[in-house]
């Protein structure tokens, strides 16, 4: 049987009257007309099942039926497939295609004696086995049942075309009637391996394929974290490290290589008619190994190699979405299907014809280009990369693509290149920081500007990069504040700006209402940190004045030579009796300034001994400063080995220490101001040394202004006076209360059949599904159920309307509804942690049908001292 479309007709005749036709005139029109209608269904239409034609087994009394549902596919010969019965014996040439479905309980062997459809049910010119669907009353029709595993065959529709056989002519006369082409619907059943070789002739169904396995294989990426510290971010080498650490640590790159390549592999057809795209994919390796693998032993700025591997991250995960976004079919071959659809099997797992849609049903052109202009994109973001040193100082707005079609920005570490101007938005103009002079930016307001990229400030002089910076803020009106901290000068402060901002990072500028930081070293600016706020007390760096403090010296309640025999236990022998201590135990047992308690009852710090053998003393005091910041200021003096207690000059307090490292039993000793008392007797006269500091700290008076200054002013004394301590107290409470303990579940769960039952659904549901992906992880159950605070559906139903107010949970409800306008249950708040960070994008389409009822984290392993969210947070592993 050969094709309609394996040759094509593109003229046909125009009759004059009364003039004597022949067949071929005739048969020449009919044709011409009939492949235009073919070819505007493969052309403008596409190709494939275009909806339905599903497949299913029903039970019946008389055996089981095989139920084909109503539907459309065209095939790649431009035949419209529709499902249909004769409309009645009278008229058997009429078909009736208002019906819902066919169903089949009989099969029979296919012989392809007619058409002869080959080479597609054959094998070495031998037909495989085929078995086509009939029901009772057919000829040769057996049972279903009589097939052996009917129910695991791969099923097809099949139009059978051919010319029917001559036979004796009738009344008319047979020149008259001409040959009748005949095309009868079957439905076939293959094995398997007859099926591969229908698929193997299939060069759309194997170019989809394979397209779905490497959209498939492809994950969204992203950078690792930095994370800014005190400890990490002191020298501009260690800065250097930490983001080249992020870089190389998370094998970000790597995996984006691989993923380059599985897109070349997977959709190579969409590049065949690009003469340049294979030197672009060639010259990707070369180029990441050169910027991202260099040895450098000096600082090198690797902040900024880490933004360029943030735009090359944002850059390969919009090529991801563009690639699923491109499903359209030009120029399906004639030859894949032309006389049948692949149905599948009845589990799924079978090959099965989608629709192949044709470019002309959107804009395919488009599509491709996107793809095309990614790839560009990425090869010049590469190509470009330069650190700018003498272009000077300049600022431009920024801000997301959706907002505006000029954003984003062209940052400043990469060179002026019309190539990557071109590509950055996709065609759109673009802001660059290489604007020309005339046209500054920051003249213009752009809509949707959220951020501004700062450039031009690196090797510069420090101070005067500063001062003009904020003549810029000064003069075009921008929403940031800036500050300069020199590593050589101001590393203390650097210190306790990370500590007190930890969400330090680096963006090349800065976001509107934020803060810039820029570094540097002897005055020569190196680096650049942000923050997404404006620091309002200004980190307490400004310069010093008239408030009144007061810094007191005291005996330590331990010896060095304590402390040191101590310590030194970590490397020496074990204690022959009791229990080896491992760490320096120091109890609080009271805590109060000008009579205000700091703690409500003891608070006991664990200081490790090997950070007792490091530091001595300042590991003492480091973890009183840490566990209260908001209180006194301890240090030690090395010169005249007293621990000193920093204070405002007129206030008065009282704080008592004991050791309990070996024994519970060690004498209280209480500081004040005063002097140092043990077990409520003066310790020694001469134990106090004081002198008078005059300090002026902006920070204090801002905390005076937040503190005592009137905001509306009545006699209400706060609508929540109290409540919060009230809300702790329930919790609390509820942990002791009959109803969560003995035989009862526990409020605080140790397990997943602790929880109550409409939480353990949702959770197994999830447990399910996480098994069912075989992708490694851990899971975790935290926030409000593992902290005590949370209520369920069970709980709501059962104590919303009690009428005993006086109840416990129901008292919890209430204030619960009070203080977070929670009248609903607690959401179950899940975190995943992966084994690999490749697997994030399919582990997020696994919980995507479980984020209405829990709420799903997903964090990655940690890497080389990383930390991570789950590390700092209570959380039950189930």
Request: charged share 25%; proline share 3%; net charge negative.
């Amino acid at each position: 049987m050969s094709n309609k479309l394996s040759s094509v007709i593109y003229q046909y005749r125009n009759y004059k009257a009364d003039q004597v036709l022949t067949h071929t005139q005739l048969n020449e029109t009919i044709a011409y007309f009939e492949d235009q209608d073919r070819l505007s269904r493969i052309a403008l239409t596409g190709v494939g099942i275009v909806h339905g034609l599903s497949i299913s087994k029903r039970g019946a009394e008389g055996g089981d039926q095989l139920v084909v549902k109503q539907g459309v596919g065209i095939t790649t010969d431009g035949d419209l497939i529709i499902l249909h019965k004769a409309l009645s014996e009278e008229q058997p040439k009429e078909k009736n295609i208002s019906i819902e479905e066919l169903t089949f309980t009989h099969f029979r062997l296919f012989i392809d004696e007619n058409a002869r459809y080959s080479p597609y049910f054959y094998i070495d010119e031998e037909q495989v086995e085929l078995w086509e669907l009939c029901n009772e009353g057919d000829p040769d029709a057996k049972p279903l049942s009589e097939l052996a595993n009917w129910d695991n065959k791969n099923f097809l529709a099949y139009l059978e075309c051919y010319p029917k056989r001559e036979d004796i002519c009738g009344d008319i006369n047979c020149d008259n009637q001409g040959i009748e082409q005949i095309a009868r619907l079957r439905f076939l059943m293959l094995d398997d391996a007859s099926i591969q070789n229908l698929v193997g002739l299939d060069n759309v169904l194997r170019q989809k394929t394979k397209t779905t396995a490497a959209l498939k294989e492809l994950s969204k990426l992203q950078l690792m974290k930095v994370v800014h510290t005190p400890q990490n971010s002191t020298s501009f080498e260690q800065i250097d490290n930490l983001y080249i650490a992020a870089i190389k640590n998370g094998n970000t790159l790597d995996e984006m290589s691989k993923g380059l390549e599985q897109i070349v592999e997977g959709f190579g057809y969409i590049f065949d008619q690009d003469e340049n795209f294979q030197s672009l994919v060639d010259g990707f390796s070369e180029l990441i190994d050169k910027i991202f693998n260099q040895e450098e032993e000096e600082y090198n700025f690797q902040q900024y190699r880490y933004l360029l591997a943030r735009d090359l991250i944002n850059t390969f995960n919009a090529l991801i979405d563009a690639l699923n976004e491109l499903d359209y079919w030009p120029n399906p071959a004639i030859s894949s299907f032309p006389k049948h659809l692949l149905l599948g099997k009845l589990v799924n797992t079978g090959s099965r014809h989608g629709f192949y849609r044709s470019p002309a049903l959107g804009d395919y052109d488009q599509a491709k280009n996107k793809i095309h202009d990614l790839f560009r994109k990425m090869y010049f973001i590469l190509t470009s990369y330069q650190i700018q040193t003498e272009e000077g100082l300049r600022i431009i707005p920024n801000g997301k693509k959706q907002h505006n079609s000029h954003f984003p920005s062209i940052p400043f570490y990469y060179s002026k290149s019309e190539e990557l101007l071109s590509e950055w938005n996709g065609g759109s103009p673009s802001i660059s920081f290489h604007y020309s002079m005339g046209n500054n930016p920051l003249l213009l307001e752009y809509e949707g500007h959220d951020s501004y990229l700062i450039g031009g400030h690196l090797l510069t002089d420090g101070e005067s990069t500063f001062q003009s910076i904020n003549s810029m803020i000064s003069q075009f009106g921008l929403e940031f504040k800036a500050y300069h901290l020199d590593l050589a000068s101001n590393q203390k402060e650097l210190k306790k700006l990370l500590k007190e901002h930890p969400s330090c990072s680096s963006l090349g500028g800065v976001p509107k209402s934020g803060t810039y930081i820029l570094l540097s070293y002897d005055n020569k600016v190196l680096a650049d940190l942000s923050l997404s706020y404006r620091v309002v007390d200004e980190t307490g760096l400004i310069g010093s004045s008239h408030v009144k403090v007061a810094s007191c010296s005291y005996p330590w309640i331990s010896s060095l030579k304590y402390l040191n025999n101590l310590s030194r236990s970590i490397k020496g022998s074990v204690r022959r009796s009791g229990v080896q201590p491992k760490s320096y135990r120091l109890a609080i047992n009271n805590y109060t300034i000008n009579g205000q308690k700091i703690i409500n009852g003891t608070v006991t710090l664990e200081i490790p001994f090997e950070e007792i053998y490091n530091r001595r003393m300042h590991a003492i005091t480091e973890a009183l400063n840490e566990r209260f910041p908001k209180g006194l200021v301890f240090d030690y003096d090395e010169s005249y080995k007293r621990f000193v207690i920093t204070r405002p000059y007129d206030d008065e307090f009282s704080i008592s220490f004991s050791d309990n490292t070996i024994s519970i039993n060690k004498p209280s000793y209480t500081y004040t101001q005063d002097g140092m008392v043990k077990s409520d007797k003066t310790f020694r006269l001469e134990a106090i040394r004081c002198e008078e500091l005059r300090k002026y700290r902006e920070a204090t008076y801002l905390q005076l202004q937040s503190e005592f200054a009137p905001v509306d002013k009545d006699d209400d004394y706060g609508e929540f006076k109290g409540k919060w301590k009230q809300w702790n107290d329930l919790i609390e409470d509820l942990k002791a209360d009959s109803r969560f303990t003995g035989n009862f579940k526990p409020r605080i769960p140790e397990k997943v059949s602790d929880l109550p039952g409409s939480v353990q659904r949702i959770i197994r549901s999830v447990q399910s599904a996480l098994a069912s992906s075989k992708i490694g992880h851990k899971l975790y159950l935290t926030g409000d159920w593992v902290n005590g605070s949370w209520a369920s559906i069970e709980m709501i139903n059962d104590y919303k309307n009690a009428t005993d107010t006086n109840d416990l949970i129901f008292r919890f409800l209430r204030l619960r509804s009070t203080l977070h306008g929670k009248d609903q249950a607690s959401k179950a708040s899940l975190v995943v942690v992966l084994d690999r960070e490749i697997d994030r994008g399919e582990m997020t389409r696994t919980l995507e049908p479980f984020t209405e009822k829990a709420d799903i984290y997903i964090e990655v392993p940690a890497k080389r001292g990383q930390p991570r969210g789950i590390d700092s947070i209570e959380k039950l592993q189930l």
